[in-house]
């Protein structure tokens, strides 16, 4: 007799994983049932480049700046940290945005994240410094960016909204919007929770969803 049977499949999923969600989740830092929304008035990455959207994603933001070589250390951080727990979702992507005429430079430092790093979610992002700077702004962070680079990365959801927690100590010593780069242990301890958070979110509206198509058609 096969373990895997679709009996225990279909119970394992509609009971077993849930609880592990939850589990997970509770123990976490941010027992939060929702990830707060931030800002709603986030401008689509389509602004700075045509053939990329925020839609539909959950978008990972971050600002290479135009000396990529003295700020790779957080974005090494990010990829290690997160990037690797999340490549498996099908909705996830980071955008990395610099601006134009650092090309040669980009180029280089992907070769050396993608010689041990699966990078087809990795959305390197080209712009005229104009419009990354307005990119940027319709964060509504209160700071600014320095020759185009912040050491904060930033959570927006499938809708284009900017999701961030509100309750954190930690964060609102710092009192700035996003997450360190440079901070190992923010992103591992807050970032992470928060992605995880949305993405439970997203699956808990999946079910109450299918609950309310079953209820409809009788089931």
């Not at 009996?7 to 394992?12: S, W």
């Not at 592990?20 to 480049?49: H, Q, R, W």
């Not at 990529?68 to 992507?93: C, M, R, S, T």
Request: a positive charge; aromatic letters at 14%.
């Amino acid at each position: 007799m096969k373990f895997f049977t679709k009996k225990r499949i279909v119970l394992f999923l509609l009971f077993i994983f849930p609880l592990m969600c939850f589990l997970l989740l509770s123990t976490g830092i941010n027992n939060a049932a929702k990830l707060p929304i931030y800002g709603e008035n986030t401008l689509d990455i389509s602004i700075v480049d045509s053939t990329k959207t925020l839609k539909n994603k959950v978008s990972l933001i971050c600002f290479l700046g135009g000396d990529i070589a003295n700020n790779k250390g957080g974005v090494f951080n990010l990829n290690q940290n997160i990037y690797k727990k999340f490549i498996e979702h099908n909705d996830f992507q980071i955008i990395a945005i610099y601006p134009k005429g650092t090309d040669k430079e980009v180029l280089s430092f992907k070769k050396e994240l993608g010689a041990f790093t699966d990078m087809a979610k990795w959305k390197f992002t080209a712009g005229s410094r104009e419009n990354i700077n307005t990119f940027f702004d319709s964060f509504n962070t209160n700071t600014s960016l320095d020759n185009f680079y912040t050491s904060d990365a930033f959570i927006v959801d499938k809708n284009g909204y900017l999701r961030e927690r509100t309750d954190d100590e930690e964060k609102k010593e710092r009192k700035l919007v996003g997450y360190d780069m440079n901070s190992v242990a923010e992103l591992k301890k807050i970032m992470k929770d928060d992605i995880n958070v949305l993405y439970y979110e997203y699956y808990a509206a999946f079910k109450n969803k299918n609950k309310a198509d079953r209820k409809e058609v009788g089931l």
